[in-house]
């Protein structure tokens, strides 16, 4: 069984740094494709950043792009979210995701939020 579990979530001044990570464990992670989303109170779950397999192809949500670093150590199978700069929209539960064909799992989800 594939787990993801996700730590570092917490609260954060506006403009402030954060990052999240995500221990993979019960599945082949150097071959998966590793993805953050997240869903903000009253809103969808979005995609907020995701990265390849051998890590060297991202891609980020317009929101987040030059401020999020997505990251992965396929030695140590885990998957971080740096957050820079962040903002009052950032808030909400970031969840780690898998994909391995049409496989997908998720962890449980980290909360952030922004506050002053």
């Known amino acids: 069984q594939a787990q993801l579990v996700e730590s570092g979530g917490g609260v954060v001044q506006p403009g402030g740094s954060l990052t999240l990570s995500c221990a993979a464990s019960g599945f082949m992670f150097n071959v998966a494709t590793m993805s953050w989303y997240r869903q ?6 979005e995609l907020v950043a995701s ?5 060297n192809r991202k891609n980020y949500a ?13 030695a140590k199978k885990t ?7 962040v903002e009052d929209a950032d808030t909400a539960v970031y969840y780690c ?3 391995i064909g049409t496989a997908n799992s998720w962890g449980q989800g980290t909360q952030v939020r922004v506050s002053s």
């Not at 903000?40 to 779950?45: D, V």
């Not at 998957?79 to 700069?85: E, G, Y």
Request: glycine content about 8%.
């Open 97 to 99: 995701h898998a994909k």
């Open 79 to 85: 998957v971080a979210l740096q957050m820079n700069n």
């Open 62 to 74: 317009d929101s987040v792009r030059g401020r999020f670093i997505i990251s992965r150590d396929n």
């Open 51 to 55: 990265l390849n397999s051998v890590g």
């Open 40 to 45: 903000a109170p009253g809103k969808e779950r």
